[in-house]
């Protein structure tokens, strides 16, 4: 996903820069820079497509793998991501003064890592280890102080910070304090949720990602071929045409990739452990399709009589209008960033282009959406009795089973005896 | 609100007497309390709104749950208030109109974020009785976390609408620091509502020991101060800090003995009612009888002391209140020395 995003504006960006030399040099009283009229763009439209094929390929493969080599994907993006961010705004002639500084970075880095896998995975950990005794009791006993043993770590970090204050750089390190925050947060609310999609089932990951590179990729050629009236200020070469091309086909590509994706139980299983396996299960509600009857006023020459629709490519089509409409300001928020702090690109990870923050601006803001609207509005609808007894094998102890167990036979005792 | 009330005096004192004693003689580099004349002064005025203080939080403890819940509330909004003026330059603020808004808007939504978690299961078994009002409820729990997102990415849009050119940079300062306020304000309240609706042990008890800690600091420093603790605070001293440990860590074994007596602390409530609480005392509030050690008895009258298993449980929060909550109030002058923010803007009425 990132990769093909980033492969995808990675051409399009070094001909931006190209041809606007290009352009300049031909005629400086031409101010336009819309893509449409470029000269070289045909040329770089190969470079890009060479590219995009290559970084496909490699995602399709790490898919393929599996779940645990996704996470494991998303955890050095981070880790990349955060580097560059910390480097960013630090100044390095003030940092040689404050020897251990960067430590604090990577320190809290390391909390909030434990903090929020230990979470998400903590009981599928549990559940990865059941034949174990010793090791059970061991992986039980640190989910549950997990908590705690993060809350020490990070008051660790904070009274750390504190004693390293120094006398006339109380702004700075303030300033690299609140800057930690905020990166953190950035980076670990998006691939926090990003996780959790991913074990409750590749399809919930695979769709929000898919749908953002068609997104780009359709404002890219509709801005390309009709590209007149420029969109925002901040980015001068987004287009309104693109905008509203883009939007149409992330949806229509929403509803079609829904009923592909669905059909594979690799993509729409969850996963209750940490292993590698194949994975077998009933897909639930939402992943049958069901059949409707073309209406009556359907023009004649429509080859089928009825459709098979799956009741998840309505929610692929609510993804989708998110996906065209507010994950582009992603990229907005940003380019802003970059015009206000004066900074050309994140970083320089990419070669020739930029970091991979520059990549994965819009993702963060699809995956946060993608998570809650997957918490709000499919694990409602995916209720039944399966589903609510995994939950409760997956989430609770055995001591708390045992008590709901108890506990629930007794209401349901009570309840037959007020029946009779 | 007992910590910045106790302290508002004593910092009002550092600064008269400072000025006072520079007045009189500017050879003489020590700032600490033990030197100043008009120490004992000052200490009638602090005691006087102490008690004061101490006198309404009690009303609001009697009171109950939802009324201490709501007092942190107010008390969260005055500390955004303050936080947010912080860093604003008026100059600039003119020429973005409602950008003053969006922080507002940002506060409004991670209240109906934090209290909508919190309280939801609360609110739920409050509206049991009504069936169209749970429902109700029910529906709006349910989607509770979209309508929150909602509202934060209609933020986050109209933010990236509004960016003005020339202004990007304090724009996106502006940003950041309101996120970094609200985390800051809302995550300590969210957490303390969530332990007042636990029992309100779990929330006096901590607020009570961070009181006497300041307090016995504050003496210990008065009376013994003599080695300075740390650059940032140069007030506080190392045998005010070690004074205070003993005490808080005293004081908080026996206060929970006290306190846990009462129903109306130990008591969890279970929706949003504010009538008398009733409830099975958790085993932690039973007293367990240790005999005590011969030689003990011979010297002191009592045969067997009763301790209530919360009590070591209560040495751990005086350890923590004693040796770590200093470290912030140390961040906190840290902060004012680095944005160079004069004390007398922080002064509460």
């Not at chain 1, 590749?202 to 071929?225: E, H, K, R, S």
Request: glycine share 6%; proline share 4%.
């Amino acid at each position: 996903m990132a990769m093909q995003n980033g492969s995808s504006q990675t051409p399009w960006v070094r001909h931006r820069r190209h041809s606007n030399e290009d352009v300049q040099e031909a005629s400086k009283a031409n101010e336009t820079h819309l893509l449409v009229n470029d000269q070289n763009k045909y040329r770089s439209m190969l470079v890009r497509a060479y590219s995009s094929v290559w970084m496909i390929g490699g995602f399709a493969l790490i898919i393929y793998m599996g779940h645990l080599y996704i996470t494991a994907m998303i955890v050095v993006i981070q880790i990349f991501m955060a580097r560059e961010l910390f480097n960013l705004l630090r100044r390095a002639h003030v940092d040689r003064c404050l020897p251990g500084f960067r430590m604090l970075n990577w320190h809290f880095f390391f909390t909030a890592m434990l903090f929020v896998y230990g979470r998400i995975l903590g009981q599928r950990l549990v559940n990865t280890v059941t034949s174990d005794k010793v090791l059970y009791q061991l992986v039980s006993k640190l989910i549950k102080y997990q908590m705690i043993a993060c809350y020490s770590l990070y008051t660790a970090g904070f009274v750390w910070f504190i004693l390293t204050l120094k006398k006339g750089m109380y702004k700075y390190q303030f300033g690299q304090y609140a800057w930690t925050h905020m990166i953190l947060i950035v980076v670990f609310t998006q691939s926090a949720f990003t996780v959790a999609n991913i074990f409750e089932g590749v399809f919930w990951f695979l769709l929000p990602a898919t749908l953002i590179v068609i997104n780009d990729i359709a404002a890219y050629f509709f801005g390309f071929f009709f590209g007149r009236t420029p969109l925002i200020k901040l980015s001068p070469k987004k287009t309104w045409e693109g905008f509203i091309g883009a939007s149409f086909t992330t949806m229509i590509s929403a509803f079609v990739l829904a009923n592909i994706m669905g059909r594979f139980q690799w993509l729409t299983c969850p996963r209750k452990d940490l292993s590698t396996s194949w994975l077998q299960c009933d897909p639930g509600p939402l992943f049958r399709p069901e059949y409707y009857t073309v209406p009556k006023w359907f023009p004649e020459w429509f080859p089928w009589k009825e459709m098979a629709i799956m009741p998840v490519q309505w929610h692929a089509l609510c993804l989708g209008l998110f996906a065209s409409i507010i994950a582009p300001f992603g990229g907005f928020f940003a380019s802003g960033f970059k015009r206000a702090f004066k900074i050309k690109d994140f970083g320089d990870s990419i070669p020739g282009h930029g970091g991979i923050t520059d990549r994965m601006d819009c993702q963060m803001v699809m995956a946060v959406f993608a998570y809650i609207y997957h918490q709000s509005f499919v694990v409602g609808q995916n209720l039944m009795v399966e589903t609510i007894l995994e939950q409760i094998l997956m989430n609770l102890t055995l001591d708390e089973q045992q008590t709901l167990y108890m506990k629930l036979g007794q209401i349901l005792n009570e309840r037959m005896t007020a029946q009779s | 609100m007992q910590n910045s009330g106790s302290q508002t005096p004593r910092v009002r004192h550092r600064k008269r007497s400072s000025e006072g004693f520079q007045e009189a003689s500017k050879a003489n580099g020590s700032h600490l309390l033990v030197h100043d004349q008009n120490k004992y002064r000052s200490m009638l005025i602090r005691t006087y709104s102490t008690v004061w203080m101490i006198g309404g939080f009690a009303l609001v403890i009697y009171l109950g749950h939802l009324y201490i819940a709501a007092m942190i509330v107010v008390i969260q909004i005055f500390m955004a208030k303050e936080l947010f003026n912080l860093l604003r330059r008026s100059h600039e603020d003119r020429q973005l109109p409602g950008f003053r808004m969006l922080n507002w808007h940002f506060f409004f939504t991670a209240m109906l974020f934090v209290y909508g978690r919190i309280l939801s299961q609360q609110l739920v078994n409050t509206v049991t009785t009504d069936m169209v009002l749970y429902k109700l409820v029910s529906k709006l729990v349910k989607y509770h976390m979209i309508a929150c997102y909602a509202l934060y990415i209609a933020g986050f849009v109209w933010f990236i609408v509004t960016l003005k050119k020339k202004m990007y940079k304090y724009q996106f300062s502006q940003y950041a620091w309101t996120h970094m306020i609200l985390i800051v304000v809302f995550t300590q309240s969210a957490f303390t509502v969530a332990n007042i609706f636990e029992g309100i042990f779990w929330f006096l008890l901590p607020a009570t020991l961070i009181v006497i800690n300041d307090i016995a600091a504050y003496i210990f420093g008065f009376f013994f101060g003599r080695t300075p603790l740390i650059k940032l605070s140069p007030k506080k001293t190392w045998e005010g800090f070690i004074g205070a440990s003993f005490t808080t860590m005293i004081s908080a074994f026996l206060l929970a003995s006290i306190m846990g007596r009462f129903k109306w602390l130990t008591c969890p409530r279970k929706d949003l009612s504010t009538g008398w609480l009733q409830c099975d005392p958790d085993p932690f509030f039973r007293p367990e009888y240790y005999t005590l050690p011969r030689w003990f008895s011979q010297l002191f009258p009592w045969k067997e002391v009763a301790i209530m298993p919360v009590q070591w449980h209560a040495l751990c929060l005086g350890l923590f209140a004693s040796i770590i909550a200093p470290f912030g109030g140390f961040f906190a002058s840290g902060f004012k020395r680095a944005f160079k923010i004069k004390v007398c803007n922080l002064e509460q009425s």
